[in-house]
């Protein structure tokens, strides 16, 4: 059996890993680039997308699934194998992805340039629908001379780490871990050893504060804000982090932690996730599924409102405080939030609140690096807002809960992670006398 990383190689996004034996192929998440490196979607996968058999998704964030259109398009034929949710949520993030594009392509026209063509368009989105196929949590599976897995990774709803067996030996790919300090979510389930994990280290160099600390001072920034009258804003994941801090909002208004204000979520893409969770609440932890067992929504703050629109989009800016706006993108790397902060990021009763990675040269690591003064739409605007950033809130394992999910394997190969992070995850696995090493794009690694 033979592994070869063909994304997040010493990068965060991209996840794409070929396992091969006895002249099969198996694919381990088809994922874009994002940020700084969206530029390499569009070039050669590294392998022929025909000769693949089967293709096998960790779970639907955009950065596991978003080249799937590409895949097939690029002559793939079979079956994408996913869980229940994954399923659900995957043609949101999608058609969303679709969407951006073509935006893209619009302003470029607009401005008198020759856009590039599309990566893949809806044709190929629709194609994809049909192939899609479901996988139950915990049940193994054959595919060729494989044995496949999934379990419980925790950092989704339905997300899951992948166990390939064949020729008596055992791959494990963690896909991402979740954070298991949290209470949306089940903690991630423990892998049998293997003879080689394949494994993420987004955040490879820190362990997590404790949690209550994170909510505490979640509940701090919130009270002493809207207190002020002021506004606070929060860059999030539509997919599961939005979600999240909806849990918090109403478990600390219920608490009265927090007065109760008018919560905007400004992404239509966030409502139609939203609106997939009750269908899925079988992957939730106890906690939320005892809320739904009431009759309660786990995730509806008591002055929740969806907006749709653009123009309600805008409106929301002419708002007086306080109240919180939650929109994308979690990176600060375009969408809606950008226009709030360029009409928030100047008064100094408002906050901003970072729950999620940043990537380095982006927007939100030039506020977290204290800038006076950032570009934004052409112009520049002055940073008076403070910046808060909460990394309790990420939804992937610290250092520390990947040393413990790792107890017991011998051989690691590192992925998905900045390659500095990467690097000391290894350097504390060498300590315990765990061969670990940096996985690198297009080097078979044999099992």
């Given at each position: 059996m033979r592994l070869t990383p063909y994304g997040a190689?010493?990068?965060?996004?991209?996840?794409?890993?070929?396992?091969?034996?006895?002249?099969?192929?198996?694919?381990?998440?088809?994922?874009?680039?994002?940020?700084?490196e969206d530029d390499r979607n569009n070039e050669p996968f590294g392998f022929e997308p025909a000769t693949i058999d089967a293709v096998v998704i960790s779970h639907a964030h955009h950065d596991?699934?978003?080249?799937?259109?590409?895949?097939?398009?690029?002559?793939?034929?079979?079956?994408?194998?996913?869980?229940?949710?994954?399923?659900?949520?995957?043609?949101?993030?999608?058609?969303?992805?679709l969407h951006?594009?073509?935006?893209?392509?619009?302003?470029?026209?607009?401005?008198?340039?020759?856009?590039?063509?599309?990566?893949?368009?809806?044709?190929?989105?629709?194609?994809?629908?049909?192939?899609?196929?479901?996988?139950?949590?915990?049940?193994?599976?054959?595919?060729?001379?494989?044995?496949?897995?999934?379990?419980?990774?925790?950092?989704?709803?339905?997300?899951?780490?992948?166990?390939?067996?064949?020729?008596?030996?055992?791959?494990?790919?963690?896909?991402?871990l979740g954070h298991g300090a949290k209470e949306v979510l089940p903690d991630p389930k423990d892998a049998a050893p293997a003879?080689?994990?394949?494994?993420?280290?987004?955040?490879?160099?820190?362990?997590?504060?404790?949690?209550?600390?994170?909510?505490?001072?979640?509940?701090?920034?919130?009270?002493?804000?809207?207190?002020?009258?002021?506004?606070v804003f929060i860059p999030s994941f539509a997919l599961e982090r939005t979600q999240e801090i909806l849990f918090y909002l109403r478990d600390l208004e219920e608490k009265r932690q927090i007065p109760s204000v008018p919560v905007f979520v400004d992404s239509p893409m966030a409502s139609r996730i939203s609106d997939i969770y009750p269908s899925v609440r079988e992957y939730f932890s106890e906690e939320v599924q005892a809320l739904y067992r009431q009759g309660r929504d786990?995730?509806?703050?008591?002055?929740?409102?969806?907006?749709?629109?653009?123009?309600?989009?805008k409106a929301l800016n002419e708002l007086e405080g306080p109240l919180v706006i939650i929109a994308g993108s979690g990176m600060l790397a375009g969408g809606r939030i950008l226009h709030h902060l360029r009409h928030g990021l100047p008064e100094e009763n408002n906050a901003l609140v970072i729950i999620g990675y940043q990537p380095r040269g982006g927007l939100g690591r030039l506020l977290i690096e204290g800038a006076q003064r950032v570009r934004m739409f052409g112009e520049d605007v002055p940073v008076r807002a403070r910046t808060h950033t909460l990394g309790g809130f990420s939804g992937h394992a610290g250092q520390d809960e990947l040393l413990r999910w790792l107890q017991g394997e011998q051989r690691v190969a590192l992925v998905h992670g900045e390659a500095d992070k990467l690097e000391i995850l290894r350097q504390k696995l060498e300590q315990r006398n765990t061969r670990a090493?940096?996985?690198?794009?297009?080097?078979?690694?044999e099992i």
């Open positions: 190689a010493k990068t965060v996004t991209g996840s794409c890993h070929l396992v091969e034996y006895q002249n099969y192929r198996l694919l381990l998440d088809c994922g874009a680039y994002q940020g700084s596991h699934i978003g080249r799937l259109p590409l895949l097939i398009r690029r002559g793939y034929k079979g079956r994408v194998y996913t869980t229940r949710p994954t399923q659900l949520f995957l043609p949101v993030i999608l058609e969303d992805s951006l594009m073509s935006e893209e392509r619009d302003r470029l026209v607009r401005k008198g340039k020759q856009p590039p063509p599309l990566n893949w368009d809806e044709a190929d989105l629709r194609e994809l629908y049909t192939r899609l196929e479901v996988i139950p949590l915990e049940q193994s599976l054959e595919f060729g001379p494989f044995q496949v897995r999934l379990g419980d990774a925790g950092h989704l709803p339905g997300s899951a780490f992948i166990e390939v067996r064949a020729g008596g030996k055992r791959l494990v790919f963690s896909g991402d003879d080689l994990a394949l494994c993420e280290g987004t955040y490879g160099d820190r362990s997590h504060r404790p949690f209550p600390e994170t909510i505490a001072e979640f509940a701090h920034i919130l009270s002493e804000t809207l207190g002020k009258g002021g506004k786990p995730f509806r703050p008591r002055g929740l409102e969806y907006t749709q629109s653009v123009e309600d989009s090493f940096l996985a690198e794009w297009g080097q078979a690694i």
